[in-house]
């Protein structure tokens, strides 16, 4: 089978950790998980040497532009600086690949590189928040959504800044293997196969004081009984504080308050189900705490953009032909 093949640009100066993101999640050979490998290059833009920023290691690659016009994914790291010109030859080869079909997605400032190009124009997008009103005053035609992590429309993708660009890989891996798959290299990884919130929680403003101990063992708790009723209360009596507390709690770890973070759960372990069983929807709402279909109708449309029945049929054509783009409108918020 022929690698599915992944273009990582990259420009003098661009910070390392983005590149090796990539590498990681993407070249790493995992042939007990991957019913399709891939295969990463990294592409040089323009003729002289390229060197990452901070350690000033010399990137060596004899693959460039012709890669990156060819790739069935393009994968644009965080540029040197926000606000560095990007290369026409790079616009070009983006937009040459783009109109081939292949998935395009950027990490951190990268999106600058996407929105150069065209890509971004009408879309919802996001990049590091410090960076969100520089894209917006940019690229007006571009919807900057500064609160989420990532954000996927059809095969346009881009992440907030440096570990955000881990979420967004990650679910580009889901997509094209299933949530298992997926969540497995995260735990090889030591990440969270997901994180819920959005980048808000990290924007440098006051934030209320929080007790020292985690969130962790009441959000297993509450992994673990997502087909029983869970309230408010409940979560509070289970963590041993007030209601009042924990929703404080909750907004300042999580970024969002601990029902809304509850029902991502329950939509997160529909998504989970309606890719890996045969169960039928009104069954699968219940598992997941929604009770019935219409429940789980409305909200897994106001989290995904799809109904249940349409992502399952999308994922399952998708896994059984290797896919490698993200059904058209699927988003990520950080509101439930």
Same mark, same amino acid.
Do not use: K
């Given at each position: 089978?022929?690698?599915? +093949?992944? *273009?990582?640009?990259?420009?003098?100066?661009?910070?390392? %950790?983005?590149? #090796?993101? /990539? !590498?990681?999640?993407? &070249?790493?050979?995992?042939?007990?998980?991957?019913?399709?490998?891939?295969?990463?290059?990294?592409?040089?833009?323009?003729?002289?040497?390229?060197?990452?920023?901070?350690?000033?290691?010399?990137?060596?690659?004899?693959?460039?532009?012709?890669?990156?016009?060819?790739?069935?994914?393009?994968?644009?790291?965080?540029?040197?600086?926000?606000?560095?010109?990007?290369?026409?030859?790079?616009?070009?080869?983006?937009?040459?690949?783009?109109? +081939?079909? *292949?998935?395009?997605?950027?990490?951190?400032?990268?999106? %600058?590189?996407? #929105?150069? /190009? !065209?890509?971004?124009? &009408?879309?919802?997008?996001?990049?590091?928040?410090?960076?969100?009103?520089?894209?917006?005053?940019?690229?007006?035609?571009?919807?900057?959504?500064?609160?989420?992590?990532?954000?996927?429309?059809?095969?346009?993708?881009?992440?907030?800044?440096?570990?955000?660009?881990?979420?967004?890989?990650?679910?580009?891996?889901?997509?094209?293997?299933?949530?298992?798959?997926a969540a497995e290299v995260a735990r090889r990884l030591v990440v969270p196969p997901h994180r819920q919130g959005g980048q808000a929680q990290y924007v440098s403003t006051?934030?209320?004081?929080?007790?020292?101990?985690?969130?962790?063992?009441?959000?297993?708790?509450?992994?673990?009984?997502?087909?029983?009723?869970?309230?408010?209360?409940?979560?509070?009596?289970?963590?041993?504080?007030?209601?009042?507390?924990?929703?404080?709690?909750?907004?300042?770890?999580?970024?969002?308050?601990?029902?809304?973070?509850?029902?991502?759960?329950?939509?997160?372990?529909?998504?989970?189900?309606?890719?890996?069983?045969?169960?039928?929807?009104?069954?699968?709402?219940?598992?997941?705490?929604?009770?019935?279909?219409?429940?789980?109708?409305?909200?897994?449309?106001?989290?995904?953009?799809?109904?249940?029945?349409?992502?399952?049929?999308?994922?399952?054509?998708?896994?059984?032909?290797?896919?490698?783009?993200?059904?058209?409108?699927?988003?990520?918020?950080?509101?439930?």
């Amino acid at each position: 089978m022929r690698p599915h +093949r992944v *273009a990582v640009p990259v420009l003098d100066g661009m910070p390392l %950790f983005e590149v #090796a993101v /990539a !590498g990681e999640i993407f &070249g790493m050979p995992r042939p007990d998980l991957l019913s399709r490998p891939y295969l990463v290059q990294v592409c040089r833009v323009g003729e002289g040497p390229v060197r990452s920023e901070g350690a000033r290691m010399l990137i060596g690659t004899d693959a460039g532009l012709d890669e990156i016009r060819a790739a069935d994914t393009v994968l644009m790291p965080a540029l040197p600086s926000f606000d560095t010109p990007v290369p026409d030859a790079l616009v070009a080869a983006l937009q040459t690949a783009a109109g +081939r079909g *292949a998935r395009v997605a950027a990490l951190c400032t990268g999106a %600058f590189a996407l #929105a150069a /190009a !065209g890509l971004l124009d &009408g879309r919802r997008a996001t990049t590091h928040w410090m960076y969100c009103d520089a894209l917006a005053a940019r690229f007006p035609a571009v919807h900057v959504d500064p609160r989420v992590l990532y954000v996927v429309e059809g095969a346009v993708a881009t992440s907030a800044g440096t570990a955000a660009g881990i979420d967004l890989c990650l679910e580009l891996l889901r997509a094209d293997h299933g949530i298992a798959v997926a969540a497995e290299v995260a735990r090889r990884l030591v990440v969270p196969p997901h994180r819920q919130g959005g980048q808000a929680q990290y924007v440098s403003t006051p934030m209320p004081d929080v007790p020292d101990s985690s969130l962790a063992p009441l959000l297993d708790w509450a992994r673990t009984h997502l087909d029983r009723p869970v309230t408010l209360r409940l979560l509070a009596r289970e963590a041993g504080t007030t209601t009042r507390t924990l929703t404080r709690r909750f907004t300042a770890e999580l970024g969002l308050p601990p029902l809304q973070w509850l029902t991502a759960e329950r939509v997160r372990r529909a998504r989970q189900l309606l890719e890996d069983t045969p169960l039928p929807v009104e069954q699968i709402a219940q598992t997941c705490g929604l009770g019935t279909a219409a429940n789980l109708r409305i909200h897994f449309t106001r989290q995904t953009g799809t109904t249940p029945t349409a992502y399952r049929s999308a994922f399952t054509h998708s896994a059984a032909a290797a896919g490698t783009t993200i059904p058209a409108g699927r988003q990520v918020r950080a509101e439930a």
